[in-house]
């Protein structure tokens, strides 16, 4: 869907495209022209979601690339990771920190 969205830091507008997404000033009246401005342009939902996936995709294989590099410098003799997601990372889908995930690469029987 268009976003509108007010000057923030997170990095999250790497995935911003101009077409539609807006970030204006915190106030009232700069929203509501933003969100009648993307409402005016219609891009069908579609397009934005597949211009979306487009980078998330991008990322995603770089992400791949440094774990799978990363696997093999810590002595992993599995493959290269193919595709998100991908197998051998269900420790990332619970809480514990850093330090205890990293001990984990290449024991995914504990991870």
Same mark, same amino acid.
């Given at each position: 869907?268009?976003?509108?969205?007010?000057?923030?830091?997170?990095?999250?507008?790497?995935?911003?495209?101009?077409?539609?997404?807006?970030?204006?000033?915190?106030? @009232?009246?700069?929203?509501?022209?933003?969100?009648?401005?993307?409402?005016?342009?219609?891009? @069908?939902?579609?397009?934005?979601?597949?211009?979306?996936? %487009?980078?998330?995709?991008?990322?995603?294989?770089?992400?791949?690339?440094?774990?799978?590099?990363?696997?093999?410098?810590?002595?992993?003799?599995? @493959?290269?990771?193919?595709?998100? @997601?991908?197998?051998?990372?269900?420790?990332?889908?619970?809480?514990?920190?850093?330090?205890?995930?990293?001990?984990?690469?290449? %024991?995914?029987?504990?991870?």
């Amino acid at each position: 869907m268009p976003i509108v969205s007010t000057p923030s830091l997170g990095g999250r507008d790497v995935y911003f495209d101009p077409d539609y997404c807006l970030i204006v000033e915190p106030e @009232p009246t700069a929203v509501r022209r933003a969100v009648e401005r993307l409402r005016d342009r219609a891009i @069908p939902r579609e397009e934005i979601r597949g211009r979306t996936l %487009e980078k998330v995709l991008a990322q995603r294989q770089e992400l791949t690339a440094f774990l799978s590099a990363l696997l093999r410098r810590k002595g992993s003799s599995a @493959p290269p990771l193919e595709r998100w @997601p991908f197998s051998g990372t269900e420790g990332l889908m619970r809480w514990a920190t850093v330090r205890e995930i990293a001990a984990l690469v290449g %024991e995914p029987d504990r991870a």
